[in-house]
């Protein structure tokens, strides 16, 4: 529990960072096409073993085609 906290406090300090250099112009970012199925696919299986161990349910209805953003 305490790893999990402290990893994810680290993941907020760099995206923080990461914020700051972007306004300030040390970061270039690119646009790049995603697709949304597979993104929200991957942040399921992500989350899915912490909802089974809390006897949650996580439904998600996606479609079979690609949807691109």
Partial sequence: MMNRQTDHLV???DD???VSRISQ???ELRKASV???DLVSQATESVRRVTQQKQQ???VSL???PVEM
């Fill in 16 to 18: 923080l960072l990461d």
């Fill in 11 to 13: 993941r907020m300090v």
């Fill in 63 to 65: 479609p079979a085609s």
């Fill in 25 to 27: 112009g040390k970061i």
């Fill in 57 to 59: 349910q996580l439904r």
């Fill in 35 to 37: 697709n949304l199925v």
